[in-house]
């Protein structure tokens, strides 16, 4: 609305209001002049630097190193600092530093080597590294990253004193020498170290996929939580966690299978307090032992797919009736009837398929998902999470002309985004994705049957932008013969590998079709058998390298990073994590191979970037407050 008053004489009487509530803010002409002044020169300054990531799938330790050592980016900054000045042990040991802190000092502390000397030197050397970081940003910005007890302290030290360098010096060595004398030198260290962390990477971006096959994305939840400037594109392991903290039986009963199957009940059941005792106890009294499956499988696997079966019913519109295979199911001929033919099932133990409708829950089966619903409901520290991916997370994100999303935008060869029919809403394209992002928090907010089983849907079903396959859990649960297994995928993954599709999917989403990027995870990359993760001439970028171990050998590295700064883009693919013993111990960091597959013309700016784009439409704002000031429109309010 200001904006449209930039370019009449006259604004209108809501223009007018608006103004008034600015100038709330910005009381006088003076202040209105300083703040346009700040704002045109935030726009000079190098655009900010962002990390994407994605498929984590619960590997703690290696996810929490990488983001100490920023992908890599710590050591080129110590690199730029300290080459030719330090030697590659020394500038090693300033990196470990700089990861782990706290424990590095102990085994600094254990072999005597600490002393005036030391923290003299180190202090200085975390510092220089501090303003390496540092100079992308406003003064302002750095403050606020600071830790509050020392900012005023670490503000002082950050300073140069260009005519008087030499007393500037010294005014450094006495602030240090104090705080080493109080006591406090490991507070300060730890405190530049982690401003150092805070510094250089401003944003992060998890495209999905923190939970399911490692053991724990409820670490890995609570260091982002804690972790300033992070965004989450949910992922299918994601959706089918929060389904499953949201209520939905059938959510809950998949989210138990797949931690049985990866052999991660300490989430369960350490993590969140969800236990398991009446499932064992059901599974044991029902189940034989000794088969191809454990009784506590098979007692799940039946629960999961007889709920599964009753969703599918009751939601005609998901058009999943191809997966109702839990009826087809012939105990006495020791198979399953498949569209494909008679299949032999990996086990005949499987007694509570029986009645008329063997797709209903037994009584007993009745009691265990009842039992795990409860579970999911009381806890707390799983609804914290969920929560926190809620409010961080959405279906996809479009940031500086980068489209985020994690798997794909359902596509047909005939239609590229073709209408499906949900709850009666014709939804295509980007509509698809809000519609299914709106009714994912109505589950979390005021869930109803239709909406938590459409957090399963988006899980498991065919047309869903998070799964985009055929899920064969059935299969790959009863059935021994693995040609079953194949999962056919949406047409989305063989259509963008056209850059004509690319661009076609980047305007939909309202990005730049020259400038923009589309990032995805889901789909591992192979790059041990050739693969590469930047796809399409540069337009498609696919991020999942495979951080889960299980993935190590399909993909041959531990996973990327996408790094977005002020020169372009770049991807470092991970090698293998070895253990944080192994990093102070041997200042074994990991190794990381850069791939700049994107250079830009000149140093990208913040007015390059959406930041800027923000920064110029308040500019303008001001200009018109500035304008009203300046005609009598408004009244400057003195300070009192």
Same mark, same amino acid.
């Given at each position: 609305?200001?904006?449209?008053?930039?370019?009449?004489?006259?604004?209108?009487?809501?223009?007018?209001?608006?103004?008034?509530?600015?100038?709330? =803010?910005?009381?006088?002409?003076?202040?209105?002049?300083?703040?346009?002044?700040?704002?045109?020169?935030?726009?000079?300054?190098?655009?900010?630097?962002?990390?994407?990531?994605?498929?984590?799938?619960?590997?703690?330790?290696?996810?929490?190193?990488?983001?100490?050592?920023?992908?890599?980016?710590?050591?080129?900054?110590?690199?730029?600092?300290?080459?030719?000045?330090?030697? =590659?042990?020394?500038?090693?040991?300033?990196?470990?530093?700089?990861?782990?802190?706290?424990?590095?000092?102990?085994?600094?502390?254990?072999?005597?080597?600490?002393?005036?000397?030391?923290?003299?030197?180190?202090?200085?050397?975390?510092?220089?590294?501090?303003?390496?970081?540092?100079?992308?940003?406003?003064?302002?910005?750095?403050?606020?990253a600071m830790p509050v007890s020392y900012a005023y302290i670490i503000d002082e030290l950050l300073?140069?004193?260009?005519?008087?360098?030499?007393?500037?010096?010294?005014?450094?060595?006495?602030?240090?020498?104090?705080?080493?004398?109080?006591?406090?030198?490991?507070?300060?260290?730890?405190?530049?170290? &982690?401003?150092?962390?805070?510094?250089?990477?401003?944003?992060?971006?998890?495209?999905?996929?923190?939970?399911?096959?490692?053991?724990?994305?409820?670490?890995?939840?609570?260091?982002?939580?804690?972790?300033?400037?992070?965004?989450?594109?949910?992922?299918?392991?994601?959706?089918?966690?929060?389904?499953?903290?949201?209520?939905?039986?059938?959510?809950?009963?998949?989210?138990?299978?797949?931690?049985?199957?990866?052999?991660?009940?300490?989430?369960?059941?350490?993590?969140?307090?969800? &236990?398991?005792?009446?499932?064992?106890?059901?599974?044991?009294?029902?189940?034989?032992?000794?088969?191809?499956?454990?009784?506590?499988?098979?007692?799940?696997?039946?629960?999961?797919?007889?709920?599964?079966?009753?969703?599918?019913?009751?939601?005609?519109?998901?058009?999943?009736?191809?997966?109702?295979?839990?009826?087809?199911?012939?105990?006495?001929?020791?198979?399953?009837?498949?569209?494909?033919?008679?299949?032999?099932?990996?086990?005949?133990?499987?007694?509570?398929?029986?009645?008329?409708?063997?797709?209903?829950?037994?009584?007993?089966?009745?009691?265990?998902?009842?039992?795990?619903a409860s579970a999911f409901e009381a806890s707390d520290r799983l609804h914290a999470h969920i929560?926190?991916?809620?409010?961080?997370?959405?279906?996809?994100?479009?940031?500086?002309?980068?489209?985020?999303?994690?798997?794909?935008?359902?596509?047909?060869?005939?239609?590229?985004?073709?209408?499906?029919?949900?709850?009666?809403?014709?939804?295509?394209?980007?509509?698809?994705?809000?519609?299914?992002?709106?009714?994912?928090?109505?589950?979390?907010?005021?869930?109803?049957?239709? &909406?938590?089983?459409?957090?399963?849907?988006?899980?498991?079903?065919?047309?869903?932008?998070?799964?985009?396959?055929?899920?064969?859990?059935?299969?790959?649960?009863?059935?021994?013969?693995?040609?079953?297994?194949?999962?056919?995928?949406?047409?989305?993954?063989? !259509?963008?590998?056209?850059?004509?599709?690319?661009?076609?999917?980047?305007?939909?989403?309202?990005?730049?079709?020259?400038?923009?990027?589309?990032?995805?995870?889901?789909?591992?990359?192979?790059? &041990?058998?050739?693969?590469?993760?930047?796809?399409?001439?540069?337009?498609?970028?696919?991020?999942?390298?495979?951080?889960?171990?299980?993935?190590?050998?399909?993909?041959?590295?531990?996973?990327?990073?996408?790094?977005?700064?002020?020169?372009?883009?770049?991807?470092?693919?991970?090698?293998?994590?070895?253990?944080?013993?192994?990093?102070?111990?041997?200042?074994?960091?990991?190794?990381?191979?850069?791939?700049?597959?994107?250079?830009?013309?000149?140093?990208?700016?913040?007015?390059?970037?959406?930041?800027?784009?923000?920064?110029?439409?308040?500019? !303008?704002?001001?200009?018109?407050?500035?304008?009203?000031?300046?005609?009598?429109?408004?009244?400057?309010?003195?300070?009192?």
């Amino acid at each position: 609305m200001l904006l449209e008053m930039v370019m009449r004489e006259t604004p209108t009487d809501p223009e007018i209001r608006c103004l008034e509530l600015l100038s709330e =803010q910005f009381p006088t002409r003076q202040a209105v002049f300083t703040e346009i002044i700040n704002l045109e020169a935030i726009l000079g300054l190098p655009k900010a630097t962002e990390h994407f990531m994605s498929d984590v799938h619960g590997e703690y330790a290696a996810f929490e190193h990488i983001l100490n050592n920023c992908s890599g980016v710590i050591r080129e900054g110590v690199r730029h600092e300290f080459a030719g000045e330090l030697s =590659q042990a020394d500038q090693d040991d300033l990196c470990t530093l700089i990861y782990y802190p706290d424990k590095k000092m102990v085994k600094e502390f254990e072999a005597g080597i600490i002393d005036l000397s030391w923290w003299r030197t180190h202090l200085m050397r975390l510092l220089r590294v501090a303003k390496h970081f540092a100079s992308a940003y406003t003064q302002s910005k750095v403050r606020k990253a600071m830790p509050v007890s020392y900012a005023y302290i670490i503000d002082e030290l950050l300073r140069d004193q260009i005519d008087q360098p030499d007393a500037r010096t010294h005014y450094h060595e006495r602030i240090i020498d104090t705080i080493v004398d109080t006591g406090s030198g490991p507070d300060f260290v730890e405190s530049l170290a &982690s401003l150092i962390k805070r510094l250089a990477v401003d944003r992060l971006h998890i495209v999905g996929d923190l939970f399911d096959r490692g053991p724990h994305a409820d670490k890995i939840l609570d260091r982002l939580m804690d972790y300033a400037g992070v965004d989450i594109q949910w992922g299918n392991h994601d959706i089918v966690w929060m389904g499953a903290a949201c209520g939905s039986r059938v959510c809950q009963a998949a989210v138990v299978r797949n931690n049985l199957r990866y052999g991660n009940l300490e989430i369960l059941e350490s993590a969140y307090g969800i &236990s398991l005792r009446e499932l064992a106890l059901f599974a044991e009294r029902t189940y034989l032992d000794g088969d191809v499956l454990s009784p506590m499988e098979k007692a799940i696997d039946i629960i999961l797919f007889k709920l599964e079966a009753q969703l599918i019913r009751r939601n005609p519109d998901f058009e999943m009736g191809d997966r109702l295979l839990l009826p087809l199911v012939d105990i006495e001929e020791d198979c399953v009837h498949l569209p494909e033919g008679d299949v032999p099932l990996v086990t005949c133990d499987l007694p509570t398929l029986q009645g008329e409708d063997v797709c209903q829950l037994t009584l007993e089966e009745e009691a265990v998902i009842e039992s795990l619903a409860s579970a999911f409901e009381a806890s707390d520290r799983l609804h914290a999470h969920i929560g926190f991916l809620y409010e961080h997370g959405g279906m996809y994100k479009v940031c500086n002309n980068n489209v985020l999303f994690h798997g794909c935008v359902p596509m047909t060869e005939d239609d590229l985004f073709p209408r499906f029919v949900l709850r009666g809403h014709g939804l295509a394209g980007r509509d698809l994705f809000d519609w299914l992002d709106r009714e994912a928090r109505q589950a979390w907010m005021d869930p109803s049957q239709e &909406s938590l089983d459409l957090m399963y849907y988006l899980y498991c079903g065919f047309h869903s932008p998070l799964c985009g396959r055929i899920t064969k859990t059935f299969e790959r649960s009863l059935v021994a013969d693995e040609s079953c297994w194949h999962e056919p995928r949406d047409e989305y993954w063989n !259509l963008i590998s056209s850059p004509t599709v690319c661009k076609q999917v980047l305007r939909e989403f309202g990005a730049d079709p020259k400038r923009g990027h589309i990032i995805n995870g889901h789909t591992p990359v192979k790059a &041990s058998s050739g693969e590469n993760p930047v796809r399409s001439g540069g337009y498609h970028i696919v991020i999942d390298g495979g951080f889960c171990k299980a993935y190590h050998k399909t993909t041959g590295i531990a996973g990327y990073t996408l790094i977005a700064d002020k020169s372009g883009l770049r991807i470092k693919a991970h090698r293998a994590f070895t253990s944080i013993g192994n990093v102070l111990d041997l200042n074994a960091d990991i190794m990381s191979d850069t791939d700049r597959f994107e250079v830009a013309e000149h140093p990208l700016l913040v007015e390059d970037s959406d930041t800027g784009e923000t920064i110029r439409q308040r500019i !303008l704002e001001l200009r018109a407050l500035l304008d009203s000031y300046n005609h009598g429109l408004l009244k400057e309010r003195a300070k009192r």
